[in-house]
């Protein structure tokens, strides 16, 4: 596609429900990564994958969060039993990995409420 | 210690300023250097890339590599409040990973 797509663009969930976020990448991009940002503050790294390994896990805030990537296309974020402290918008990005930028999708904002 | 820090801020700098923000990392071995702008709401968006030691300018823009001191700068000359936003620096460390700082929020004052 011409940039990076993320679905849904919000989504308000319940205390305990899970919830699936959806990035899909530019076209050919091999490096995909999520972000998570609370309101007022930075980027705070959650994943990144090469192609569909993901060789950088470290930012994943507990076990509920977990992801997955097919190939070199679209990954989803799931955040099971989702907590009010889950509320924030999650930012993806994909870059073709040959020392260029990342391109940043619209992100989603989630809402626990 | 993060790979890549920046001061959260806010900096607040008047109309007509020059605003510098600035960015230190660990990683002897990255490669480039990118500075992103996020508005408020917004995505991030790239407005300068630094390979080399040394400066490099873009209009107003001007980004500063120290490779040394494992430090990169951006100066924003003539700051207006259109410049009001959360500046990110990334590094490029190369294996396809971009890393980002948690970003500076610059106020630019009318």
């Known amino acids: 596609g011409a940039g990076v797509s993320q679905s849904p663009s919000n989504k308000v969930t319940e205390k305990g429900k899970d919830v699936e976020l959806r990035c899909d990448p530019i076209s050919g991009h091999t490096a995909l990564y999520w972000y998570r940002q609370r309101l007022g503050q930075g980027l705070e790294f959650l994943i990144y994958?090469?192609?569909?390994?993901?060789?950088?896990k470290s930012g994943l805030p507990s076990d509920r969060f977990s992801a997955e990537r097919t190939g070199e296309s679209v990954s989803t974020l799931t955040i099971q039993r989702t907590q009010q402290e889950d509320s924030a918008v999650y930012l993806c990005a994909s870059s073709s990995g040959h020392n260029t930028e990342a391109f940043f999708g619209q992100g989603t904002r989630l809402t626990v409420v | 210690q993060k790979e890549v820090e920046q001061n959260s801020g806010p900096l607040s700098v008047p109309e007509g300023a020059i605003a510098s923000l600035n960015c230190t990392y660990s990683?002897?071995?990255?490669?480039?250097f990118f500075w992103y702008r996020q508005y408020s709401g917004k995505s991030p968006e790239l407005i300068m890339f630094?390979?080399?030691?040394g400066d490099k300018e873009d209009g107003r823009f001007t980004a500063q590599l120290n490779k040394a001191s494992q430090y990169v700068s951006l100066l924003i000359r003539d700051s207006q409040p259109s410049d009001s936003a959360t500046y990110l620096c990334a590094s490029y460390t190369g294996g396809f990973k971009t890393i980002f700082g948690a970003g500076t929020r610059l106020f630019v004052k009318a």
């Open positions: 630094i390979y080399s030691n």
């Open positions: 994958f090469q192609g569909n390994s993901a060789p950088d």
């Open positions: 990683d002897r071995g990255s490669q480039s």
